[in-house]
């Protein structure tokens, strides 16, 4: 019998998405809200739980020196607050490329940075990528443009750049298909994110020679071959 690796957080058994969202009490904290996921023996976890002890992320950040997105984003993923599918990817992805930005010479409060990216990263929900075609590692990279570049609906070509920025990300995740991975879709929007700060920002962020998932085994839905990361493509 195949182990169920990083699924229900409480009993591991796998995720049930429903067509329809329920009202459902979070397992942890017992709060009740609207939720289109659970597992299949009935346990929900809310976006808050899933992502606690995420204040974490911000000292890594702040004393990384890495010029390199992916290098701040493996160790991100590290974190034991981190898990392999998750709305904290909506964060991590946003601050790893600010974090990197400012090392490679991008001019920024990066502390004030980080704390509206964890702000503004919070509020993308879990499951988005399936349920409103919008994968939150996407999002989170159009968030740090935004951010950089003090974007609002009513702004110009920065709404037009954190618009864009979003886009392209999705474009290329969408080449690949599904189900989600979390540890596919960060790493596919870093490289996207690297060549658009490098167009937009004339910021030289420094590009991984080569990515090798070592996540693979862990994911009941890998895609196997199909994933750019997959360490057999190596």
Known sequence: MQENNEECLICKEPLVYL??????????CHKVESSNCRCESGHYVCSECHM??????????????SKNPYDILLKLMALPSCHMHGPEHHILVGSSLLTAYKNAGGEIDLQKALLEMQSRGRQVPGSICGLW?????????????????????LTGESWGWCNEMTSRVLAHEARFGGPRCCTRNSPLSRLEAID?????FDIQMEKPEKIICD???KNNQCIGKRCPFNP???
């Open 133 to 153: 075609g919008s994968c939150g590692a996407a999002v989170s990279t159009g968030i740090s443009i935004s951010i950089i570049t003090g974007a609002s609906p």
């Open 52 to 65: 606690k002890g995420i204040d974490s992320f911000l000292g890594l950040c702040l004393n990384e020196t």
């Open 215 to 217: 996540y693979t085994a």
């Open 19 to 28: 067509e329809e969202a329920e009202q459902m009490e979070c397992a942890l």
């Open 232 to 234: 057999q493509n190596a």
């Open 196 to 200: 658009f700060y490098r167009e937009k």
